[in-house]
């Protein structure tokens, strides 16, 4: 609740998912914010939900910013531990168990933190795109997580774990024999987003993306020469969007802008930015959880360039005809070369495949809550 970015979003899912199903009989335990910001939170998307206040959401609240803060602190700036444990835990209280027919846990490490397994087939557990000993396992920047037996405990004695992609639920499958069933995203405007994939694809690349390590390697790619040179040569324009915009190195945003991208700075309205492109340049590298952008291009009718980590297999045949995948380690020159072909082939008329993905996921929504 306190950044706006793709996790936030699924999170938005999920509660509008909760509020539809039980009305105003849902309660909120806010982990990362204040009760007074997660009302403001809640207000401006117009959820009805009420935010617990008192003397255990504030411990709760007190202790998740304790583990998380040693965490960022001894995992990723000292590195002398490998993952954060939990040496202090906040037990949700015996009455709020029993007071509920549901409790939605919002990533994996709650459930530890306070002490959900009491709650037993109560708990479903979204178990977000942050996996153990990830940085390990796939060569990324090294982030605060759970350590493996710690999340080999949640996924082999819970039995309502969802994934946030199917190339999780392989990984959780592969290190644990554990499948859990995947939970797809649905984009918030998704309404809004579905209205612009029967228009016409305009000749524009975009990459729109929030302040992260991730996001940065992908905008050093995007600035190489042979990449911004296809798309020149080709007469396409290459839109840079986010956050991101803002916390970039100078030199990066400086060779973008030589190179003939517009860079416009964050987007307020994601519809409008949509409306501008027809396909989004993704090349994201090694990594977990589900791409929040490559789902939004594709609801929207765009097409999509990225990896193999961009957008599972089952998704890419969800939207067929509009994602092109490119190896890794990426060719600067080859993803112009796909971003323009995109382009060119690309077409109207996708808003039935649309729809069919939204009302799918839809349905597996309400499957979970009523599981």
């Not at 009760?35 to 709760?60: D, F």
């Not at 409790?103 to 979204?126: N, S, T």
């Not at 000993?133 to 710690?150: D, F, P, Q, T």
């Not at 554990?178 to 975009?206: C, K, N």
């Amino acid at each position: 609740m306190q950044t706006e970015n793709g996790m936030s979003k699924r999170q938005y899912q999920a509660l509008s998912s909760l509020c539809s199903k039980y009305g105003e009989a849902v309660d909120l335990l806010a982990l990362a914010a204040s009760a007074a910001a997660a009302r403001c939170w809640l207000r401006e998307r117009r959820l009805q939900a009420n935010v617990l206040n008192g003397a255990y959401a504030l411990a709760a609240r007190l202790n998740s910013a304790l583990w998380y803060g040693i965490g960022v602190i001894f995992c990723n700036k000292l590195r002398v531990i490998n993952c954060f444990h939990f040496p202090f835990r906040t037990p949700l209280p015996r009455a709020w168990i029993d007071r509920y027919e549901l409790i939605v846990c919002f990533y994996a490490w709650p459930f530890h933190l306070l002490e959900l397994a009491r709650a037993g087939e109560k708990v479903v557990v979204d178990t977000g795109d942050v996996m153990a000993n990830r940085h390990e396992r796939i060569g990324k920047r090294r982030w605060v997580s759970l350590s493996a037996a710690h999340e080999a405990t949640l996924l082999r004695a819970h039995g309502k774990c969802v994934a946030i992609s199917e190339s999780d639920a392989l990984e959780f499958e592969r290190l644990y024999g554990v499948r859990p069933p995947v939970l797809p995203f649905i984009p918030p405007e998704h309404a809004a987003l579905m209205q612009l994939a029967d228009s016409t694809l305009p000749q524009r690349a975009g990459f729109l993306g929030a302040p992260s390590y991730v996001n940065e390697q992908i905008l050093r790619l995007l600035a190489e020469p042979p990449f911004l040179d296809c798309l020149r040569a080709a007469g396409v324009e290459l839109l840079i969007a986010g956050g991101i915009c803002r916390t970039m190195d100078r030199s990066v945003l400086g060779a973008l802008a030589k190179g003939g991208a517009r860079i416009v700075g964050s987007a307020d309205c994601l519809v409008d930015y949509y409306r501008q492109i027809g396909a989004t340049v993704n090349p994201v590298g090694p990594s977990t959880g589900a791409k929040i952008k490559s789902i939004e291009t594709l609801v929207a009718g765009r097409s999509l360039i990225t990896t193999r980590w961009g957008v599972d297999a089952a998704l890419a045949e969800a939207f067929p005809g509009q994602v092109q995948f490119i190896d890794w380690p990426v060719s600067p020159a080859k993803l112009g070369e796909l971003c323009v072909g995109a382009l060119r082939t690309g077409g109207a008329g996708r808003r039935a495949t649309s729809e069919t993905y939204v009302r799918e996921v839809a349905r597996i929504m309400q499957e979970v809550l009523s599981a």
